[in-house]
């Protein structure tokens, strides 16, 4: 199985995240863009296992989950091929303590995990080609002034497969 731990957002952060993708799309932003039921924050990316009972062990190590998480505003990763449009998390201290202690949990347990560093984000879409000058900012701030708060309450374990042609992340174990 191709698995990940993951912070996943109420219906209401996905909605909000989705109408950002529709203004992107309707401005000629093209490419593979995220469903809205998959939208996550990555906390860390396992790979293919079926040691399930170790993983779990490992998030249920890590101290409560429970933070506030603001969110920040889009951005892209350069690649080859198209880039990856994100929305950003703002720095929050306690997340980063939270990913640190699962990563290195699974570490001690023997997984192989990236010791890059983390740059908290929700993947909007893949191989995004940006119209040449366009700002993906110009459609005006997504968050209009607001501060938009998404409330942690638990870490997820996730699966990652196709099914149908479709990607589906499947939540398999949550630790509160």
Known sequence: MR??????FNAD????????MLRTKAQGVRGSFSSKENLHLTLVFIGESENTEEIKSAMDAVESPMT??????????????????????KKNKKLLEIREELADSLRKKGFDIEKRSYNPHLTLGRKIIIPEGFDINSTGNPLNGEKITAKTEHISLMKSERIGGKLVYTEIYKKN
């Open 3 to 8: 698995l990940f731990t993951a912070i996943n």
């Open 68 to 89: 506030d998480l603001q969110l920040q505003g889009l951005g892209t990763f350069k690649r080859p091929g198209g880039d990856i449009l994100w929305f950003g998390i």
């Open 13 to 20: 952060i996905k909605e909000f995240l989705y109408k950002v």
